[in-house]
C-alpha cells in the first residue's frame, strides 16, 4: 500500500488542563520476523508527525485556552508523504500529549506565554482521545495503488 497526499488526523480529545499539546505520529512496524535482515525485526519506522498545541487550534494568531474535560475536535496536518507499506508490515499511529525533550514541556495550564511560566504554573492534567460513535478519532490517509 502506497500513502500519499496530505495526511490529517482528526482527534477528539480532552485535557482536565486549560492547555495540552497533542502529538501524532504515523509509524511502519516491521515483521517481527523479518529474514532479509534480522535486526530490523519489529522496528518502528517514523513516517510522519506532528505536534498542535491546544493554544492554536482555532487559530495561531489569537491562542485561547481550553475547556477543561471538554471534548474538542484538533484537526492535525501531519503534511504531505509518500511511502510504501511493504506486505506483512503494519500501520501504527500514536497519539500523545508530550514529546519531551524533542519540544519544550507544557504546563498543562494556559499561560500568556510558556517560555516565561513559573513553576507553580506546571500542574498534573489527564489527556483522553476518544473514539466513540460520537467522537471518532482517526487519520485521513489517503492511498494510491502501484
Known amino acids: 500500500m502506497i500513502v500519499a497526499g496530505d495526511l490529517v488526523a482528526h482527534l477528539f480529545a480532552a485535557t482536565s488542563g486549560t492547555y495540552s499539546d497533542w502529538i501524532v505520529k504515523l509509524i511502519d512496524v516491521y515483521p517481527e520476523d523479518y529474514p532479509k535482515d534480522p535486526r530490523m525485526g519489529g522496528y518502528q519506522l517514523m513516517i510522519a ?32 508523504n509518500n511511502h510504501c507499506f511493504l506486505k506483512a508490515h503494519k500501520i501504527m499511529v500514536q497519539v500523545q500529549s508530550t514529546w519531551f ?30 473514539r466513540s460513535n460520537q467522537f471518532s478519532s482517526y487519520l485521513r490517509l489517503p492511498v494510491a495503488t502501484p
Do not use: G, M
Open 49 to 80: 508527525n506532528e505536534v498542535l498545541r491546544s493554544r492554536f487550534r482555532q487559530s495561531f494568531k489569537k491562542p485561547e485556552p481550553v475547556v477543561p474535560n471538554q471534548v474538542a475536535e484538533y484537526v492535525i496536518d501531519l503534511h504531505s
Open 101 to 130: 525533550p524533542v519540544i519544550d514541556r507544557n504546563p498543562q495550564k494556559f499561560v500568556a506565554n510558556i517560555f516565561t511560566a513559573r513553576d507553580s504554573d506546571y500542574q498534573k492534567a489527564t489527556q483522553r482521545v476518544f
